[in-house]
């Protein structure tokens, strides 16, 4: 690793770790240590190479999974598209874009290595599903060999990537007075692949929050992180601020959890695998009608968690619904996605009102 690429790479990682862990964390230090083992190398892609990610799309990045294993963990390569002292004076926010980004997939790949609840994985039917680099990875449960739709939580994952280096831009390494702007979608990314898929992906993170005013920008300045942050609740139950933001980082099978938990068995699966296909096909854009369907289910899994969880009282549930109500209608515009009369009296009924929101 030449002191460039070096310099860079610790900048970054110090970003990362602040906003996921946050700088007070005591898990922070044994994090940068176990990141200086497992991710190997950081190199350079010259300008005029092309580097494709797995399914053949063109990259400007990556962070590879390499096959040699460290205490029985998997090995980290990054590569970054043509950084050079020169291209450092003259686009500085794309390549501190792409550095955020790339070492922010090592992060979270280590982190569900780390600290993933599911270790054993778990059995649905015949499918042994595990969190695998950020992903869930789907094996035969008998020969545990890899299904035909291997991987899923895809989009999620790059979307997610794309959301945490917006808040690294806007804060730096230290802090930030518009964390809470990015993750409620009022500050725009850089223009991106993701740039268009990412609203929808706020909209599930409204939905799993559990917290009815959540003040993210404060939690990352007051040093605590966005991943383990927790809520005391009125009934004395400390939970996760955002079963999103855990779950993304740490454990993707969680968000799979308690989505189904409160919505159909295999629904999160169904939804992750429509989304992952646009990253697949390297499309533009969701088409409105898959982010409808993504709607109707977020009102219903809101709708069901806050009425039949028992772990809100009434100002938490007003709270909590209130934020997801005013992301719905966002994400609505942005998608051009209208409803009918019908499905507009469901919604009233379930307790989301879009005419409250004048649009």
């Known amino acids: 690793m030449d002191e460039l690429n070096e310099n860079l790479f610790l900048k970054y990682l110090e970003i990362n770790t602040n906003i996921l862990l946050g700088k007070k964390s005591k898990k922070k230090d044994l994090f940068l240590a176990t990141c200086g083992r497992l991710i190997t190398s950081v ?74 609840k599911h270790l054993l994985g778990k ?51 230290y802090e930030s007075g518009r964390v809470d702007s990015v993750l409620k979608g009022s500050v725009k990314g850089e223009n991106t692949r993701y740039k268009e898929f990412i609203p929808l992906t706020l909209l599930y993170i409204s939905a799993l929050s559990n917290n009815p005013n959540p003040n993210y920008t404060n939690i990352v300045n007051e040093g ?44 999160f699966k169904e939804i992750c695998k429509l989304m992952d296909i646009y990253y697949a096909k390297n499309k533009k854009k969701y088409d409105d009608m898959i982010v409808k369907y993504s709607m109707k289910y977020l009102a219903k899994f ?39 009369s019908d499905e507009l009296k469901w919604l009233r009924e379930i307790g989301i009102e879009i005419s409250d929101f004048h649009i």
């Open 43 to 116: 190199e350079t892609i010259p300008f005029g190479d092309k580097v494709y990610t797995e399914t053949g799309n063109e990259a400007c990045g990556m962070c590879k999974v390499n096959k040699e294993k460290i205490e029985g963990f998997e090995t980290y390569s990054i590569y970054f598209y043509g950084i050079t002292d020169s291209l450092q004076k003259k686009d500085k926010k794309w390549v501190l874009h792409e550095g955020i980004h790339e070492v922010c997939h090592a992060c979270v790949n280590i982190l569900t290595e780390t600290s993933d």
């Open 302 to 340: 809101i709708h069901n968690k806050l009425n039949n969880s028992k772990l809100f009282n009434k100002d938490e549930q007003i709270g909590i619904l209130n934020n997801f109500k005013a992301q719905f209608v966002k994400t609505m515009l942005h998608y051009n996605v209208t409803f009918d």
């Open 224 to 267: 605590n992180g966005i991943v383990y942050n927790k809520t005391l609740l009125a009934n004395g139950k400390r939970v996760y601020t955002n079963d999103f933001l855990y779950g993304f980082a740490c454990d993707p099978l969680y968000i799979e959890d308690e989505f189904d938990k409160y919505t159909l068995k295999d629904e």
């Open 123 to 173: 059995q649905v039917d015949n499918e042994l599903r595990l969190n695998r680099n950020g992903l869930i990875g789907i094996y035969d449960a008998k020969t545990l060999k890899p299904k035909d739709e291997h991987y899923y939580f895809k989009m999620f994952n790059e979307t997610m990537m794309d959301i945490i280096t917006t808040i690294g831009m806007e804060c730096g390494i």
